[in-house]
Every structure is written in structure tokens, then in C-alpha cells.
Nanobody, 125 residues
Framework: QVQLVESGGGLVQAGGSLRLSCAASGRTFSSYAMGWFRQAPGKGREFVAV????????YYADSVKGRFTISRDNAKNTVYLQMNSLKPEDTAVYYCAARASYSYTLRTGTEYDYWGQGTQVTVSS
């Protein structure tokens, strides 16, 4: 009953910025954390960032630290991913995911309960 819908993807030049949104709808649930993953063509799904819903604490993959920022809007049940200084290596389909209860790392896809459909981000050099 819980649905996650991503939006905001598109084409951008290297060095540019983009902000992704993930809106939760349907059944209301207590989310422990929401995260972003990405998958490049021919590659596996990679952890990008996660935010703890209760206190807003965030964690990032080393590859995006200092460039990406994850945030939340409780009133809108929405999580965002602000991406700055984009590189061609950031090109991928970006997925929003939610975890309902505590999990140790939140860095692997198997720890999440719900997933969005994904939004394409393409960075040209």
C-alpha cells in the first residue's frame, strides 16, 4: 500500500546541479529511514545516501560526500536529494527506498522495504 514516486531527473552538464524528490503516498507508515540508491547501465545498485526520519541524521557514500545532500519534509512526506558538482560518473537511474524499522547499516538494498520506480539522471561531459 505504500508507494514511493521519484521525480526531478534529467540531463545536465558536468558541474551542474539537480534536485530529486521522492514522495510517499498511500498507506501511512512509520518510516525509520529513507535512502537513495543508483544503478548505472550494466552495473549493480549502489548506495548513495540515507536519512533517519526521526532526527534527520544523514549518511553518504564516499563518492558523493560534499556534493550531494539528502533532506526531508515531514509535512509533505517527501525526501530530497540535492546533487551539486555533478560528474559523468553520476549518470544512473536513481531510486528512492524506505525502511520501516531499525537496520544496522542501511547501505544495502536488502535492508529496505519499499522502492520507487526510479528517475534517470544523465550527466554529460
Amino acid at each position: 500500500q505504500v508507494q514511493l514516486v521519484e521525480s526531478g531527473g534529467g540531463l545536465v552538464q558536468a558541474g551542474g546541479s539537480l534536485r530529486l524528490s521522492c514522495a510517499a503516498s498511500g498507506r501511512t507508515f512509520s518510516s525509520y529511514a529513507m535512502g537513495w540508491f543508483r544503478q548505472a547501465p550494466g552495473k549493480g545498485r549502489e548506495f548513495v545516501a540515507v536519512i533517519l526520519w526521526s532526527n534527520g541524521r544523514t549518511y553518504y557514500a564516499d563518492s558523493v560526500k560534499g556534493r550531494f545532500t539528502i533532506s526531508r519534509d515531514n509535512a509533505k512526506n517527501t525526501v530530497y536529494l540535492q546533487m551539486n558538482s555533478l560528474k559523468p560518473e553520476d549518470t544512473a537511474v536513481y531510486y528512492c527506498a524506505a525502511r520501516a524499522s531499525y537496520s544496522y547499516t542501511l547501505r544495502t538494498g536488502t535492508e529496505y522495504d519499499y522502492w520507487g520506480q526510479g528517475t534517470q539522471v544523465t550527466v554529460s561531459s
